[in-house]
């Protein structure tokens, strides 16, 4: 008997290298198809327990630096509303370089921003899926343990 379980633990180790890095041991004398059944089974529970993320992982900069160019414009113009009286004797093209300049200027600092922010929801996400994967490598082995398994890392 001890003959027979060395290859079928082996053989199941091998076959649940990529779902796990753990050895599945049969404790009931379970037949290959109902092992198969078994891990399949507790594969599909395992990964059901997992979710994806929807967070968006690139353009952080690009979405930083067009929302600080309109904020940039938008306190440019109403720096020149505050001072109307200067801005009156100020040239129209002086003007329009101010607004382009303070557009600039924020844009940069949005771009800052915006990749601080990806950066950020980079590393949540990671956190995400490797919490994941310890949930989902649980739920596994708890499955296979209660359908009469042991489960060793």
Not at 110 to 125: H, I, K, L, P, T
Request: hydrophobic letters at 30%; proline letters at 3%.
């Amino acid at each position: 008997m001890k003959i027979a379980i060395a290859p079928i633990t082996l053989v199941l180790s091998v076959a649940c290298l990529s779902a796990s890095a753990e050895t599945i041991t049969p404790l009931k004398g379970q037949s290959q198809e109902i092992i198969q059944q078994d891990i399949s089974a507790c594969q599909s529970q395992a990964g059901s327990t997992t979710s994806s993320s929807t967070s968006p992982q690139t353009g952080g900069r690009v979405r930083g630096a067009a929302t600080g160019a309109v904020a940039g414009a938008a306190v440019a113009g109403a720096r020149e509303r505050q001072h109307d009286e200067i801005s009156d004797r100020v040239d129209d093209d002086v003007k329009q370089q101010y607004r382009q300049n303070k557009a600039k200027d924020a844009a940069v600092a949005g771009a800052v921003v915006g990749g601080s922010r990806q950066r950020q929801d980079r590393r949540e996400d990671r956190r995400n899926t490797q919490q994941s994967t310890a949930t989902a490598a649980s739920a596994y082995s708890t499955c296979m343990q209660q359908r009469g398994y042991q489960v060793t890392p």
